[in-house]
């Protein structure tokens, strides 16, 4: 198997590391592992493509490439350029460092990388290690990810929905604040919706008197409703969530017709 990876935290995030790890063990001792991640940290950027501007690509060593733009870039200049003759089975993006639960999906680079993907029609899943106190202080805060991936990765391959249509679907995994020992398992979850809370912005006056405001996040350890992702994770289990670019509310399609048409 050949694995296209990437990430948003940057090339040489620890999260990569890990990820690497989980690919070559998927891809076996006959397959490939190709990188190909953001020369600098892109959280936030979503499904960001770097359209008015240029990409700068740079090779790392073999089979390892930066690209100074987003996460979805990386995976353009991958199935584009770095390997455009020979086309990856699978894309993986992550680890992250903190989680991908919940409306956290929507300013996600991580999860834009794997969106871009499935646009292309390829398999792609997301994967991303929760923080919280009790892996904070462990030696390896991505042990859950790093004890769980490989198998976690498998089952979706196995017995994941991989199918054809426009906007197919992909896959988001989180892995759960605490010790790789402390897994109770894995639960397929709807996203969820953390409530009083959000994004908003923290403002600082520069010493030339110039206002520069911070934007920041919000707690991330309030449940969301029982069964979705955050609130499964925070219960101790790895959440794997299908995700598709089709952002049309179909439950709202009739009424809506009915009201205007």
Not at 3 to 10: E, R, S
Not at 40 to 52: A, K, L, P
Not at 86 to 111: H, K, M
Request: hydrophobic share 40%; aromatic share 8%; with cysteine.
């Amino acid at each position: 198997m050949r694995i296209l990876i990437t990430n948003d935290d940057g090339i040489n995030a620890p999260g990569l590391r890990v990820l690497e790890s989980i690919a070559t063990e998927i891809a076996g001792p006959e397959g490939e592992v190709w990188t190909v991640a953001p020369a600098f940290e892109q959280s936030g950027v979503g499904h960001c493509i770097s359209y008015t501007h240029p990409t700068m690509l740079i090779q790392m060593a073999e089979r390892r490439f930066a690209a100074e733009g987003s996460p979805a870039d990386c995976v353009l200049a991958g199935l584009y350029e770095v390997m455009k003759d020979n086309p990856p089975d699978l894309v993986l993006s992550g680890v992250n460092r903190g989680n991908n639960s919940a409306e956290n999906v929507l300013y996600s680079g991580t999860i834009g990388a794997a969106m871009e993907a499935a646009l292309q029609g390829l398999p792609a899943i997301a994967l991303s290690q929760f923080y919280g106190p009790e892996n904070n202080a462990l030696d390896n805060p991505f042990e859950a990810a790093s004890q769980h991936g490989v198998q976690t990765v498998r089952r979706l391959l196995r017995h994941g929905i991989w199918d054809d249509r426009d906007y197919r679907l992909f896959y988001n995994v989180n892995f759960p604040p605490i010790s790789a020992a402390d897994v109770k398992g894995l639960k397929v979850a709807a996203q969820g919706y953390r409530r009083d809370t959000s994004f908003s912005t923290e403002p600082h006056v520069s010493p030339s008197g110039r206002m520069f405001l911070w934007v920041k996040g919000g707690p991330q350890h309030i449940p969301t409703e029982p069964g979705t992702d955050a609130a499964v994770n925070l219960e101790g289990y790895i959440s794997v969530t299908p995700l598709q670019a089709d952002l049309t509310a179909h439950d709202a399609l009739k009424t809506l017709r009915d009201r205007l048409e």
